[in-house]
């Protein structure tokens, strides 16, 4: 496994990070699940992505668990607030932070995780409260640092331009060869103000493994199948789509990897990506990942797999 720093940081995040979105302290049992957080381990992934909002608090509760008898200084925590966790708690406000930084905390069994992010940018609160109550988290030794995920560039601008305010490292947009929005600008401005990327859905939830045929049943024990966690992916098992997608397997081959690396290797090709922060309800599939970090794969092939992929990507 490689590392690269983090932005404006001292972390040193592995390539491939674990994200926790559906699967752990929910759609995965928990036996497989911490079987994938002991191969993570095990692979030499050491960046562990969640949310409080990541079945209501389950996915953290899960983590705190099975993290409980590892070093801290073993992983880098990542955790997010925004999304509602009840009725009235949701959103960036000072009181917001203050609750749910500390929630965040008692679930995952530490005293401070390693990078707290917005999940969103809340528009209901100005931003320099959101910015100076972050701040205090990291001055509280609550967070070492902070970022944010899928912000436009006016909203990363706005909470730069406030005095005084610790400065966000990291920005968490959705990525792969089948999603480049953030490519355009937010790379860029991130690069340039000492933010590093680490992407969700680089396999886009699975397609870019080339599992999914098209016309073809859909593999049992697969997001795709699942009902808990298979409600955000309809939008990527178009004919169109997977169509393409087997369109990539002849160039995979010539890469010498499977197609889930490819596609992982893919998004690494930018230096501004610090890390690919996979899902995995098997350890197979993180060990298979994992592998993708230092693979030397020829820039024309990267070229002929996003010509093949430009009509149906999104956007
Ligand atoms: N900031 C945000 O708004 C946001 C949004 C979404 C996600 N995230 C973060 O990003 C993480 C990753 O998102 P994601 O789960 O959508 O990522 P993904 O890596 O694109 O998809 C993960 C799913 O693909 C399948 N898979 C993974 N590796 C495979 C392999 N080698 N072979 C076959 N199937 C494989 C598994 O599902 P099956 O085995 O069930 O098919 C796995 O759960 C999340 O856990 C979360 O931490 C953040």
Not at 71 to 83: C, M, N
Not at 130 to 159: C, H, N
Request: aromatic share 8%; with cysteine; glycine share 8%.
């Amino acid at each position: 496994m490689r590392y690269r720093k983090l932005g404006a940081s001292d972390l040193e995040v592995s390539e491939i990070a674990l994200g926790s979105w559906l699967t752990y302290g929910s759609g995965v049992g928990h036996d497989r699940g911490k079987a994938c957080v002991d191969q993570a381990f095990a692979s030499g992934i050491n960046l562990i992505d969640t949310a409080n909002v990541y079945g209501r608090g389950a996915a953290e509760s899960f983590l705190g668990e099975v993290l409980a008898g590892r070093p801290r200084a073993s992983y880098v925590l990542a955790t997010k607030l925004y999304f509602p966790m009840s009725a009235t708690d949701q959103g960036l406000s000072r009181a917001q932070i203050a609750k749910q930084i500390d929630a965040s905390l008692r679930r995952l069994r530490v005293d401070h995780v390693d990078l707290y992010q917005c999940h969103r940018y809340d528009a209901a609160t100005p931003i320099d409260e959101t910015m100076r109550a972050l701040s205090d988290v990291v001055r509280q030794g609550k967070a070492r640092y902070i970022g944010f995920s899928e912000w436009s560039p006016q909203q990363i601008e706005s909470a730069f331009a406030i005095a005084g305010s610790v400065r966000f490292v990291s920005s968490q947009p959705q990525y792969s060869l089948l999603w480049r929005n953030p490519e355009k600008e937010v790379f860029p401005l991130c690069a340039a103000k000492g933010v590093s990327q680490i992407v969700w859905s680089p396999l886009a939830q699975g397609v870019l493994t080339g599992k999914y045929a098209p016309g073809a049943k859909r593999p049992a024990d697969s997001r795709a199948s699942s009902g808990s966690m298979g409600y955000f992916m309809g939008s990527w098992l178009t004919p169109a789509i997977l169509e393409a997608v087997q369109q990539l397997k002849p160039i995979v081959r010539e890469a010498g990897c499977t197609l889930a690396q490819f596609a992982l290797a893919w998004v690494l090709r930018q230096e501004n990506v610090a890390s690919a922060i996979v899902g995995a309800t098997r350890p197979e599939q993180l060990a298979e990942n994992a592998a993708a970090s230092g693979l030397a794969i020829d820039p024309t092939l990267f070229q002929r797999a996003e010509a093949i992929v430009a009509p149906v990507r999104r956007p």
